[in-house]
């Protein structure tokens, strides 16, 4: 391994090398991916971004040989994949960024918009957080370091895209994101999972004001398409290598289920908005600030399909309920 100032190197399969960022968050790390290839390598995302973003990227390509870079792929829209992809571009000369369709639709919504802080606190709010909280919460949030690149190529479901000397075909797996896509070099291969599959942690499944309805059903159901890929390991966003991956899908479906079990308990001690459920749901992890609003949204989520699988409704005034027969 490889360490320097701010981020790391290492091997993560034949002609592949995992960078490691730095986060600020408990979350500290996220992983992104450089390919060698003769034609010109690839990098599969960009990480958080901000001020020394540029630098931090030259200090890395020049720890990688300052090799030719081709392309760059983004998974998701989330900051700490494509918050860096801009300082990247700049740093290698990148020729071809690479984005899904409805992802890119997302990053244009929220990253280069107009700042939506006030309708993000009523969001929060509107599911029971502390006004002065939400407020403090939704500033946070869009002072996130962000400067996305703008792609090149947009792709969806079916497409395949050149990652070093292999054929990758994009599948759009929504779920931790709308527009989530993985990257399948085909049935017992390594593939490049951004966030859909995590070894240490489980990804966050939200209701954010920009994810249609029930993302957990989503994700479910993307986690069965990953399955069915059959890859030899999962390459993640954070985290170590998944290399056995119908082992922790099953942990990962049952973490959930645990989890619609505990969100009916919490419904049964009389909570009746999302954020109080969090508080007794993540009662044991002693939420910090930043992980608040993730605790809420995750929490609408499973209430949304909870309510889908008739085991909780909510009511005129807006407040959750378990379901009576």
Sequence with gaps: MTATTGFRLSPAGPGVTRITLPLPWALDHVHCYAVEAAGGWTVVDGGLGGPGADALWREVLAALGDPPVRRIVITHYHPDHVGGTAALQRASGAQEVVQGAHDRRLTELVWEGEPGAREFAD???????????????????????????????????????EIGDSRHTVRLTPGHADGHIVLDAGRGRPLFGGDLLLGEITPNVGRWPDTRADPLGRYLHSLEVLASM????????????????????????????????AHVAALERGATTAYDVAQLVWAADGLGFHEQRFALVEAVSHLERLALLGR???????GWRPETV
Aim: no cysteine; aromatic share 2%; glycine share 12%.
């Design 312 to 318: 909780a409704e909510r009511g005129g005034d807006g």
């Design 123 to 161: 969001y929060l709010a509107g599911h029971g957080m502390p006004v002065e909280l939400a407020a403090a919460s939704a500033a946070a949030e869009l002072r996130l370091m962000v400067e996305p690149a703008v792609p090149t190529r947009t792709v969806t479901d079916g497409d395949v895209v």
């Design 230 to 261: 059959a890859p030899s390991t999962v390459l993640p966003g954070h985290g170590r290598p998944v290399t056995d991956v119908a082992g922790r899908i099953a942990e990962i479906r049952a973490h959930h289920e645990q989890r619609l079990d």
